[in-house]
Nanobody, 130 residues
Framework: QVQLVESGGGLVQPGGSLNLSCTISGLIFEDYVIGWFRQAPGKEREGVACITNDANPTVYMDSVKGRFIISKDNNEKKVYLQMNGLKPEDTAVYFC???????????????????????WGKGTLVNVSS
């Protein structure tokens, strides 16, 4: 049984930082592209970042580039999203996602592929507010 479990969300002031974690079990970690999507209230789900097995390449959406850092620990089977310089518009539920195909993953992030990605976590809420 595949499980992706997110943690680390919460309430933070604008300009603050959070570090999200995703713990993955039930799949061969090295075979998958892992990444993050988010969904803000009343908006469509959107891509945030993804990372391949050897962490090269990593892909970031323009809205988070330079502020967020995605990383992974193959031994612990965890993926992290370090979020710095948080803005109110970063408020959303953040989902950890896994798929075997890099091209499909990135195309989904950009909204050009709607065939679905394999595995999704249940999400963790990030609320950026003063």
């Amino acid at each position: 049984q595949v499980q992706l479990v997110e943690s680390g969300g919460g309430l933070v002031q604008p300009g603050g930082s959070l570090n999200l974690s995703c713990t993955i079990s039930g799949l061969i970690f090295e075979d998958y592209v892992i990444g993050w999507f988010r969904q803000a209230p009343g908006k469509e789900r959107e891509g945030v970042a993804c990372i391949t097995n050897d962490a090269n390449p990593t892909v970031y959406m323009d809205s988070v580039k330079g502020r967020f850092i995605i990383s992974k620990d193959n031994n612990e089977k965890k993926v992290y999203l370090q979020m710095n310089g948080l803005k109110p518009e970063d408020t959303a539920v953040y989902f950890c996602v896994a798929d075997r195909w890099f091209n499909n993953f990135v195309a989904t992030m950009y909204g050009t592929y709607r065939g679905g990605l394999e595995y999704w976590g249940k999400g963790t809420l990030v609320n950026v507010s003063s």
